[in-house]
Each structure stands twice: as structure tokens, then as C-alpha cells.
């Protein structure tokens, strides 16, 4: 802990006091993000952890879906160390190649999904996946890519609804989750090792490869809970894309760290918000403020049914939030907004105004951990 952290009240707390520990006997200490998920799923194995529309998948059954994914890419002669990249609209089979990869100690790499061919090639050039997972929707573009690339990464399609005529895959995601067994593949390692490649947005060149390690990402699960303001029982959403830093870095593992639920959404949707949220009994959102604005400005509340509404906390970054809507928001909907600001060299949570006072528009103070 650093004397910053202490000035500012970041202090670890007694973890079992936390209202979202108190009585379930919770493992907090791990070496990496995979061991993290075999103890989740071993403590937890019935509750539920991720839910997608009318799917539900328990933990357990993810991390089922993990080793499965993991006993394949064994099978390719992937090993620790090796990178395994995700090019996947949003949906839990990104967590099954995710966490799948990571259990072998392998580096999680992520493609944003809305880059072109040449992008795409740097990207499979510069990190050099020997396994990719690609979307229907995206198979065209990265087969372009592909072509301009030196490095012929295996391809494994993650079938959806989505038409082409591209045959680049070996295989599919549904087929490995068909044939391969759910024996648990973890392979220890340490705090140390890179566990996830990501990359910049490129938009002042090239996109550009951020590695992080398993004690970056913890640093971060242990400071969001910090925060002590979640629930055993939240339930977050994602709305952002699945190869960003937010819903990975800041809500995944920490969500996981917590023992609580996230529901996954293929995109944000004007139409779809409200009764996402409502539906699904959501506690937790993030956004940006483009779309807080338009939710504010479209929909009236009256039409919203509170007798279903448990949102509690609304984040938001990637820009400022101008102060008259964060008053607007909360006037309008009850639900207080948080800000913060990170950046995806530190895994995306650098500051927050969570747990703190601080002024409408204020990022907040450095979170445990960070200066």
C-alpha cells in the first residue's frame, strides 16, 4: 500500500465486513485470473455468473466451457505463454476462448472488431496469435486481413445468424464445445505473468499492443471492491465491446472477484436499455456520456415501471460528464452517476469518486493501489 492510498482512505478493509463477502466464505488471494475462476467455480458453482438474454450459465458451467475450450487448443500445441486472440462480438464465448486460453497460461489477446483488413493485419502480425476466434459477423474482413498478414494464425468461427461464404476455420466453437472434455487444464503460474494483450484504438497510428499481468489485473479487483458498494446478489451489465478495457479489465474480473453476475448484451441499444435493465434486475451499469444523454433525452420516465427497478449506480468515462447531466440523470431516473478515469496501460481504472466526496464532474481521487 502506498502512503497516497492512505491519505485518501484507499485502505484495504476487512474483506469479510464488506457487505458483498459477509458469510460466503470467499477466497481474496490468487496467483491469476485462472485460478481465480477454478475457486469461483469450485465455491461457487450453482450461482449463476453470466447471463445472455434467455441464457443463463452458472460458474461452473463456464468454467466447463473454459477447460473445454482449453483441452483444444492443448491439442493445437498451445502452451503457456502462446497468445490466443478473441475476435467475437459480444456474447459469453468470449469468455469461454478468454478464460479458456488463460488456464493454459496463455496471453488473451483481443482484436477490435471494427477494424479493417489492414488493421486487422497488423494486429495478427504485431501480437502473433497461434489461435484466433472470429465471429460470423466478422469473418469476411478478417479473412481479408488474414491474406495481408505474415502470421497464418489457426481460425476457430464463432457461429452466428450471420451469412458469409469466407472458409478460413478450422473448426467451431460449438464443435469444440460438442467433442472436447471439461477436465480442469489450469496450469499454475504467477502474479507476474502477462495474462491479456490489448489493444489502443490507433487513433494516432497504428493500433498498439498493451500487455498486462495477472498482478495488474488484481490490483484492480481489489480496488473496485474497495469501493464497498457492491452486493452479493448484483447483477451488471455490459453494453461497451468485448475487446475494450472496461468491460474486461474493470468489470469482468472483478465482477468474478466479487462472486456476482454480469449480463451481457451483443451492443447499447436506445430500445433495448430499459427493459434490459428492468428485465434483468441490472444493479451496476457502465457508459459513456453520449449514451446517458440519450437515454436521458428519449425516454420518458413515466413509462418505466419502478417497481423493477434495482439500478443503483451508473458509470460513467471515456469523456467528461457535464455536471448538469449527471444532476439530470439523477433528478430524472434516481440513480446515482459515478465517474472515474483510467486509461488501458493500467487496465482502465486509474481514479473514481466512488466511495469519496466529490464535486458533480470530478474524477474522484486514486483508487488502492495507484497514485
Request: charged share 20%; aromatic share 10%.
Amino acid at each position: 500500500m502506498n502512503d497516497m492510498s492512505k491519505r485518501l482512505g484507499r485502505t484495504l478493509p476487512k474483506w469479510d465486513d464488506l457487505p458483498v463477502f459477509k458469510g460466503r466464505n470467499l477466497r481474496y488471494d490468487f496467483e491469476t485470473m485462472a485460478e481465480m475462476l477454478v475457486s469461483r467455480a469450485q465455491e461457487l458453482a450453482d450461482q449463476e455468473f453470466v447471463r445472455y438474454y434467455d441464457q443463463s450459465y452458472t460458474y461452473a458451467e463456464i468454467n466447463n466451457r473454459a477447460n473445454k475450450v482449453a483441452n483444444y487448443l492443448k491439442t493445437k500445441g498451445i502452451k503457456k505463454g502462446d497468445v490466443v486472440s478473441s475476435m467475437v462480438l459480444n456474447s459469453p464465448e468470449v469468455y469461454y476462448n478468454m478464460f479458456g486460453s488463460q488456464k493454459l497460461g496463455c496471453i488473451a489477446g483481443t482484436i477490435n472488431f471494427m477494424l479493417k483488413a489492414p488493421e486487422i493485419a497488423h494486429v495478427l502480425d504485431d501480437s502473433q496469435p497461434k489461435v484466433v476466434f472470429v465471429s460470423s459477423e466478422y469473418m469476411a474482413e478478417f479473412a481479408k486481413g488474414l491474406k495481408m498478414a505474415r502470421n497464418k494464425p489457426t481460425v476457430v468461427e464463432v457461429v452466428t445468424k450471420a451469412e458469409h461464404d469466407v472458409k478460413i476455420a478450422e473448426t467451431t466453437m460449438a464443435d469444440i464445445l460438442t467433442k472436447y472434455p471439461s477436465d480442469e487444464c489450469y496450469v499454475p503460474g504467477s502474479k507476474e505473468d502477462p495474462f491479456m494483450l490489448l489493444y489502443s484504438s490507433g487513433t494516432t497510428g497504428k493500433p498498439k499492443g498493451i500487455v498486462i499481468s495477472n498482478k495488474a489485473e488484481m490490483s484492480i479487483c481489489i480496488a473496485r471492491t474497495q469501493i464497498g458498494i457492491n452486493q452479493p446478489d448484483d447483477m451488471y451489465i455490459v453494453f461497451l465491446p468485448m475487446f475494450h478495457t472496461n468491460p474486461l479489465c474493470c468489470w469482468t474480473y472483478p465482477v468474478m472477484f466479487q462472486g456476482i453476475r454480469v449480463c451481457i448484451r451483443e451492443k447499447f441499444s436506445p430500445a433495448d436499455f430499459w427493459p434490459s435493465v428492468l428485465g434483468n434486475g441490472i444493479t451496476l451499469i457502465q457508459g459513456v456520456p453520449t449514451m446517458y444523454n440519450y437515454v436521458l433525452n428519449s425516454i420518458d420516465p413515466s413509462t418505466i415501471d419502478r417497481s423493477k427497478l434495482r439500478l443503483r449506480y451508473a458509470f460513467s468515462g471515456a469523456a467528461p460528464m457535464p455536471p448538469e447531466l449527471i444532476k439530470a440523470f439523477k433528478d430524472k431516473f434516481n440513480v446515482t452517476v459515478l465517474e472515474g478515469y483510467g486509461l488501458t496501460e493500467v487496465t482502465g481504472y486509474s481514479t473514481s469518486n466512488a466511495g469519496v466526496t466529490a464535486k458533480p464532474g470530478s474524477i474522484g481521487v486514486a483508487v488502492y493501489g495507484q497514485e
